[in-house]
């Protein structure tokens, strides 16, 4: 018998990552396309639906091949209808992602947001390894996050459970948010957030450092920081102050076995995984500390592919 395969897409502003994978969660064939958002975003699900097509027909598979599709998408969902609320990157508002994905390629459809799905892709094949009380985190350009427990999502009532990036963490002064908040997680530890940090210390700094007459970027200063820099190391410090208790308030709530730390930022390695520990254990409820394991995601770009194939498949009971 013919061995099916389930689809995960990785719908993100600039482009869209895709996959054919085992039921197992074993990856077949990835590609990516780009994210078309002109038009409010009107092209998006049939460029979807068509690069299935074209890339089946490449292989040279027929589409009696597919089981179903798991798609993440940058915004809240309404679970249940599989209905985006808002993805401003997009263009969307209110848009019914599954009824016009299931229309356009004739397969059962399952959405939910593209950081749930990279958290259900780490716990599944990545460094969640399994875990069923986990919370993922994702420090790119913004910071995502996805919350699992007793292996579901946990979704809240209108989608917009997990949001630890804005978690509130200078109640006053803080730097504008585009969430329209202030003082957000997000603006501190994301990569723009260290930019941001690091541009207003060197102003106010008098000593050499490393990071003076250098392009600022999230890695130089991280680099800086393992070449002890003091500056550096003082800019980390305050950024794994401020994720170490967000990520203790959220794992008070939650009690998990690991924290995945994902996104670019996280290539820092080591560093930023035994700085942020030791402020976790500092503010996390000593029970929850002992029960927890910090650990750098092992995906990368694949996970929101693998969590898409892992809700397909849990979601539409396949």
Wanted: charged content about 20%; some cysteine.
């Amino acid at each position: 018998m013919t061995e099916k395969w389930l689809v995960g897409v990785d719908l993100g502003g600039t482009t869209t990552k895709m996959a054919f994978l085992t039921e197992d969660g074993d990856i077949v064939h990835k590609w990516e396309i780009g994210t078309d958002i002109s038009n409010k975003g009107e092209n998006i699900v049939r460029h979807i639906a068509q690069s299935l097509e074209d890339t089946l027909h490449r292989l040279g598979e027929s589409k009696e091949r597919l089981l179903a599709i798991g798609i993440g998408a940058p915004g809240p969902v309404q679970r249940e209808t599989g209905m985006l609320y808002e993805a401003v990157n997009l263009g969307w508002k209110n848009y019914p992602l599954k009824e016009r994905l299931e229309r356009e390629t004739s397969l059962p459809v399952a959405v939910d947001n593209d950081a749930n799905i990279a958290a259900l892709g780490e716990m599944w094949k990545g460094a969640g390894n399994g875990a069923r009380d986990l919370i993922c985190v994702t420090l790119g350009t913004g910071v995502g996050g996805g919350v699992i427990a007793n292996g579901q999502i946990v979704h809240g009532v209108n989608g917009a459970g997990g949001e630890i990036g804005h978690m509130t963490l200078v109640a006053k002064g803080g730097a504008p948010c585009n969430c329209g908040k202030t003082g957000c997680l997000e603006t501190i530890a994301s990569a723009t957030g260290i930019v941001r940090i690091a541009k207003e210390k060197l102003s106010q700094w008098d000593k050499p450092t490393l990071l003076r007459g250098e392009t600022i970027t999230a890695k130089a200063v991280f680099d800086a920081a393992k070449a002890n820099d003091e500056l550096a190391l003082a800019i980390v410090d305050e950024v794994m102050f401020y994720l170490g208790l967000a990520l203790a308030n959220a794992a008070n709530v939650s009690n998990p076995e690991k924290i995945v730390i994902g996104g670019g930022v996280s290539k820092a390695g080591n560093i930023l995984v035994e700085r942020v520990g030791a402020y976790f254990r500092r503010f996390a409820f000593p029970r929850v500390a002992e029960g927890a394991t910090i650990a750098l995601a092992t995906l990368g770009n694949d996970a929101g592919v693998i969590g898409g194939a892992w809700l397909a498949k849990t979601s539409l009971h396949i």
